[in-house]
């Protein structure tokens, strides 16, 4: 029985097909549970919307551009610092975010105007910036607020800046992968192509799928810049607006994030003839199998292994020390797509962890064909888990640490299982081999903190114990309070 | 019109597969086969591109240069960027495959690279052919 009904889903059978546990022998040609498709009704999904995924996850992380949502606040500040991608321009892109603030006499009138009034606004209070993003949210696109057309009109009148829109609105797609795709395809078809970049080395690329989460990029930055290559583009973590125009002119595109930039890498290799190497950043031997390629791909092998050695020297030491604490620890990746795929070879492997559950919100079926060929055999396949799925994997496998998102986080802390952000990262950067590093001592740090054990005890029964240890005296201090409260306000 | 292109395809897949072709590989051989298949399985990604026509031209275009390389027949030498980006993957695989699977290299040439082009049917066969992704035909990305 590859695929499994749980309890909480007898009621909607449906969810049968997205639930998965690979047997021996099983092939992906024989079973691959349904993804990116339709949430289906009574299922709580923890997805997200189209809107966020242009916003939140490619768009908010260009450094030197203003980001105007064109919708309610709220849209504005939801996709809005959440989510720490850094750059090296004193992180304007965390700072800053416009929005055209709609209200219901806008929305029955029309917001271009408005639209407009705020693109201007934007552009004073902002001198110093020329670029700007401009998202459609649902409202907006339903009212048929044309942003391309508003956006042309201030682009000729002001003559210096230039401004690129996406249509995105929340309701397009079956999750914020359909806000991906359209980010990707827009950027691809509007943009790429327009600037003609400085080239400073024969060897350039491209790094697709990488959003600087925590410095993640610039660890992967510094390798390449040790190696003498140039990037060209970096979609999108402390990308710039204008080198992204440029990626037309890379001779390699390393692509890290299959899912969310995958689309731009292949129109990339199919307009440009530009070859795209997936790549794998997390894990020592990933990385170095990574480092190596892009090395081998330039004739540069000489500096690959140079880095490799290195860095492998540093930090193996401290990856070894974990190693030793965290074999034979269970895990759940329960994150958004790629990082099933990308992270469970590299625990089991190189940690010697068990990964005993997997769960994505947007994977499509290409993430479930990867996630399953890595994957053990007896582990738990999830497409678009929701919480009372979750709460029953927890009960069959137990784990020692779960790596989610904060949504599902703030469950699995309430019953006191480790928890870690696989999305935002806890303690980064993640990537590289520092980077793995620090997330085996996130793992570390997280399974046996006394923190877990604390939380589970009852502080009446404290309250209780310490109450009769006390006798009388604890009257005199502090009526009403029980003798736990009264000894965590003395200090 | 679209429907007919993508049936044509298939056409000439399944005749570069030669999938009644009875194989008649020893038992050692299809073991080791199986061993590199799985291998590349659950380490490669270039094997899962999302659409059939880009996967197949990686699982071609590597696992070609791979079969030459095992075989020293002659070095691929790549004229485009696409190419060379073949050949620095099919490079790896098989310097991985020297140290998982050296009995392959105690096997002549001519068997060497048949046991690298049955792997890379097999592949076509499993990740293209008969797979269940249902993006896999979709005409655009």
């Given at each position: 029985?590859?695929?499994?009904?749980?309890?909480?889903?007898?009621?909607?059978?449906?969810?049968?097909?997205?639930?998965?546990?690979?047997?021996?022998?099983?092939?992906?040609?024989?079973?691959?549970?349904?993804?990116?498709?339709?949430?289906?009704?009574?299922?709580?999904?923890?997805?997200?919307?189209?809107?966020?995924?242009?916003?939140?996850?490619?768009?908010?992380?260009?450094?030197?551009?203003?980001?105007?949502?064109?919708?309610?606040?709220?849209?504005?500040?939801?996709?809005?610092?959440?989510?720490?991608?850094?750059?090296?321009?004193?992180?304007?892109?965390?700072?800053?975010?416009?929005?055209?603030?709609?209200?219901?006499?806008?929305?029955?009138?029309?917001?271009?105007?408005?639209?407009?009034?705020?693109?201007?606004?934007?552009?004073?209070?902002?001198?110093?910036?020329?670029?700007?993003?401009?998202?459609?949210?649902?409202?907006?696109?339903?009212?048929?607020?044309?942003?391309?057309?508003?956006?042309?009109?201030?682009?000729?009148?002001?003559?210096?800046?230039?401004?690129?829109?996406?249509?995105?609105?929340?309701?397009?797609?079956?999750?914020?992968?359909?806000?991906?795709?359209?980010?990707?395809?827009?950027w691809?078809?509007?943009k790429v192509g327009q600037y003609e970049p400085e080239i400073?080395?024969?060897?350039t690329?491209n790094?697709?799928?990488?959003?600087?989460?925590?410095?993640?990029?610039?660890?992967?930055?510094?390798?390449?810049?040790?190696?003498?290559?140039q990037v060209i583009g970096h979609f999108?973590?402390?990308g710039s607006y204008d080198m992204l125009r440029g990626m037309h002119r890379a001779?390699?595109?390393?692509?890290?994030?299959?899912?969310?930039?995958?689309?731009?890498?292949?129109?990339l290799?199919?307009?440009f003839?530009i070859?795209?190497?997936?790549?794998?950043?997390?894990?020592?031997?990933?990385?170095?199998?990574?480092?190596?390629?892009?090395?081998?791909?330039?004739?540069?092998?000489?500096?690959?292994?140079?880095?490799?050695?290195?860095?492998?020297?540093?930090?193996?030491?401290?990856?070894?020390?974990?190693?030793?604490?965290?074999?034979?620890?269970?895990?759940?990746?329960?994150?958004?797509?790629?990082?099933?795929?990308?992270?469970?070879?590299?625990?089991?492997?190189?940690?010697?962890?068990?990964?005993?559950?997997?769960?994505?919100?947007?994977?499509?079926?290409?993430?479930?064909?990867?996630?399953?060929?890595?994957?053990?055999?007896?582990?738990?396949?999830?497409?678009?888990?929701?919480?009372?799925?979750?709460?029953?994997?927890?009960?069959?496998?137990?784990?020692?640490?779960?790596?989610?998102?904060?949504?599902?986080?703030?469950?699995?802390?309430?019953?006191?299982?480790?928890?870690?952000?696989?999305?935002?990262?806890?303690?980064?950067?993640?990537?590289?081999?520092?980077?793995?590093?620090?997330?085996?001592?996130?793992?570390?740090?997280?399974?046996?903190?006394?923190?877990?054990?604390?939380?589970?005890?009852?502080?009446?029964?404290?309250?209780?114990?310490?109450?009769?240890?006390?006798?009388?005296?604890?009257?005199?201090?502090?009526?009403?309070?029980?003798?736990?409260?009264?000894?965590?306000?003395?200090? | 019109?679209?429907?007919?292109?993508?049936?044509?395809?298939?056409?000439?897949?399944?005749?570069?597969?030669?999938?009644?072709?009875?194989?008649?590989?020893?038992?050692?051989?299809?073991?080791?086969?199986?061993?590199?298949?799985?291998?590349?399985?659950?380490?490669?990604?270039?094997?899962?591109?999302?659409?059939?026509?880009?996967?197949?031209?990686?699982?071609?275009?590597?696992?070609?240069?791979?079969?030459?390389?095992?075989?020293?027949?002659?070095?691929?030498?790549?004229?485009?960027?696409?190419?060379?980006?073949?050949?620095?993957?099919?490079?790896?695989?098989?310097?991985?495959?020297?140290?998982?699977?050296?009995?392959?290299?105690?096997?002549?040439?001519?068997?060497?690279?048949?046991?690298?082009?049955?792997?890379?049917?097999?592949?076509?066969?499993?990740?293209?052919?008969?797979?269940?992704?249902?993006?896999?035909?979709?005409?655009?990305?």
């Amino acid at each position: 029985m590859p695929f499994v009904l749980f309890r909480c889903d007898e009621v909607i059978p449906e969810r049968e097909k997205h639930c998965y546990v690979k047997a021996p022998g099983e092939d992906v040609h024989e079973f691959l549970p349904a993804a990116n498709i339709a949430t289906i009704p009574g299922s709580l999904t923890e997805r997200g919307c189209s809107y966020c995924g242009a916003k939140l996850v490619i768009g908010g992380a260009i450094k030197d551009c203003i980001q105007l949502i064109h919708g309610p606040v709220g849209c504005a500040y939801n996709t809005w610092h959440t989510k720490r991608y850094l750059s090296d321009n004193d992180n304007f892109q965390l700072k800053h975010v416009c929005s055209t603030d709609m209200k219901e006499v806008h929305i029955v009138y029309g917001g271009m105007k408005r639209l407009e009034k705020a693109i201007k606004e934007a552009f004073e209070a902002y001198p110093e910036i020329k670029r700007m993003i401009v998202y459609i949210t649902c409202p907006t696109a339903l009212i048929g607020d044309d942003i391309n057309r508003v956006a042309k009109k201030v682009m000729e009148e002001l003559g210096d800046v230039d401004i690129f829109c996406v249509s995105c609105p929340g309701f397009a797609g079956v999750s914020q992968s359909k806000g991906h795709h359209e980010f990707n395809m827009e950027w691809m078809r509007g943009k790429v192509g327009q600037y003609e970049p400085e080239i400073t080395s024969p060897y350039t690329v491209n790094l697709i799928g990488e959003y600087n989460i925590q410095g993640d990029g610039f660890v992967f930055e510094d390798y390449m810049r040790r190696m003498g290559i140039q990037v060209i583009g970096h979609f999108t973590g402390n990308g710039s607006y204008d080198m992204l125009r440029g990626m037309h002119r890379a001779k390699l595109n390393v692509v890290i994030c299959a899912r969310s930039a995958g689309y731009i890498a292949n129109e990339l290799k199919r307009r440009f003839g530009i070859p795209r190497l997936d790549i794998d950043p997390w894990g020592f031997k990933y990385v170095a199998e990574g480092i190596r390629k892009i090395g081998a791909f330039f004739g540069l092998e000489d500096r690959a292994e140079k880095l490799i050695a290195e860095e492998t020297a540093k930090w193996k030491p401290k990856l070894d020390w974990y190693r030793e604490r965290l074999a034979g620890k269970k895990i759940c990746i329960w994150t958004g797509g790629p990082r099933l795929w990308h992270w469970v070879k590299a625990f089991e492997d190189e940690l010697g962890m068990r990964v005993v559950a997997m769960s994505c919100k947007f994977g499509h079926p290409d993430d479930f064909e990867k996630a399953i060929s890595r994957g053990s055999e007896g582990t738990i396949y999830i497409d678009d888990g929701n919480e009372l799925e979750f709460f029953e994997v927890i009960e069959m496998v137990k784990p020692d640490l779960i790596y989610t998102g904060p949504r599902v986080g703030d469950l699995v802390k309430k019953l006191h299982i480790p928890y870690l952000n696989g999305h935002g990262e806890h303690n980064g950067p993640y990537m590289g081999f520092e980077g793995f590093v620090n997330m085996a001592r996130d793992m570390y740090n997280a399974i046996y903190s006394p923190l877990w054990e604390l939380a589970r005890e009852d502080l009446r029964e404290w309250d209780d114990r310490l109450g009769s240890e006390e006798g009388d005296g604890g009257e005199e201090s502090g009526a009403g309070m029980g003798s736990f409260a009264r000894a965590v306000e003395a200090g | 019109m679209e429907e007919k292109k993508v049936e044509l395809e298939w056409e000439v897949l399944r005749e570069l597969l030669k999938l009644d072709e009875v194989c008649l590989m020893s038992e050692p051989l299809e073991e080791l086969i199986s061993g590199i298949y799985s291998f590349i399985q659950s380490k490669c990604l270039w094997q899962f591109f999302p659409r059939e026509w880009d996967r197949k031209a990686n699982i071609v275009g590597i696992m070609g240069m791979a079969a030459e390389l095992v075989a020293n027949s002659r070095l691929p030498q790549p004229e485009t960027l696409v190419e060379r980006y073949y050949y620095v993957e099919a490079k790896m695989l098989v310097s991985d495959i020297k140290k998982e699977f050296p009995q392959l290299f105690e096997l002549g040439e001519a068997e060497r690279r048949e046991v690298i082009e049955k792997v890379k049917k097999k592949l076509l066969e499993v990740m293209v052919l008969k797979s269940i992704n249902p993006e896999l035909r979709l005409s655009s990305y």
